[in-house]
């Protein structure tokens, strides 16, 4: 599925990006051109990206209650 139209920029390479490492908004913009043109797809991008600090920290919590 495509995530920016302007760039057809789709939702597996924002994901994968993301798993690698990538895990601000400009550093997928510079990664993979996406949301530098019109701008309507910066929301959903930003949802990749909270979505994955979100399992990131149920991560985090996880290990701290292990421990
Ligand atoms: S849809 Fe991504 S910049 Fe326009």
């Known amino acids: 599925m495509y995530v920016c139209i302007c760039n057809e920029v789709k939702e597996k390479q924002i994901k994968t990006a993301i798993a690698a490492g990538i895990d601000t908004l400009e550093g997928l913009k510079t990664a993979l051109d996406v949301a530098t043109c019109c701008g309507c797809c910066e929301p959903m991008v930003n949802d990749y990206l909270d979505a994955n600090q ?14």
């Open 54 to 67: 979100d399992s990131t920290l149920a991560s985090a919590a996880s290990l701290a209650y292990a421990v």
